[in-house]
């Protein structure tokens, strides 16, 4: 990028606003200017998707009014978004959840997350892997076991049916 440019867009970046992700739940505090009066608006949702870099930055906020769906696209370094609060932190396993334009009812406010653990923070998501690896050998032993128990209580009726043969033939 040119230096010029990038010394004045470095310029337009807002500083302090706080940190958030796709999938978050937000209030975003805008400035709405109707005539010559100018007042704040709260748009409250999940953060669906972010895009660009830089001053053109911008994140998609949706959330559910009266049964539809209503999308708002604002821009991070925006003079007129004076400020964007994080009420829900979310763990999700996209980047961007436009799957939630689909959904009907509470699910549509319901993002996928993760792993209930890594949101829960027992463990990193560093060890996501180790840990999806982890749940498919104890679901593999809780087969195994069901196998074996199946395998247990079938042996134990076919004695009980030879006994109950033998004790017929008595």
């Known amino acids: 990028m040119n230096p010029i440019i990038a010394e004045i867009s470095r310029g337009q970046l807002q500083t302090g606003r706080t ?8 209030r975003v505090h805008a400035k709405v200017r109707e005539g010559d009066k100018e007042r704040v608006q709260i748009f409250s949702g999940i953060v669906i998707a972010r ?5 053109a930055e911008t994140f998609t906020v949706r959330r559910i009014s ?14 007129n978004v ?3 609060e994080v009420d829900r932190d979310a763990v999700t396993q996209k980047a961007r959840l436009y799957y939630l ?7 549509a406010t319901t993002v996928k997350e993760r792993r209930l653990l890594e949101a829960a923070g027992a463990i990193d998501a560093t060890s996501s892997a180790e840990a999806g ?15 074996a128990d199946a395998a247990a209580k079938t042996a134990k009726a076919e004695k009980a049916k030879e006994a109950k043969s033998e004790a017929t033939k008595k």
Do not use: L, M, N
């Open 51 to 55: 895009k660009g870099r830089g001053c």
């Open 133 to 147: 690896i982890a749940a498919a050998e104890a679901k593999a032993a809780a087969i195994a076991k069901t196998e």
């Open 19 to 26: 940190p958030f992700k796709v999938g978050d739940g937000v």
């Open 101 to 107: 334009r689909k959904r009907i009812g509470k699910q």
């Open 66 to 79: 009266y049964g539809e769906g209503v999308e708002r696209v604002f821009p991070v370094h925006s003079p």
């Open 82 to 84: 004076s400020k964007i």
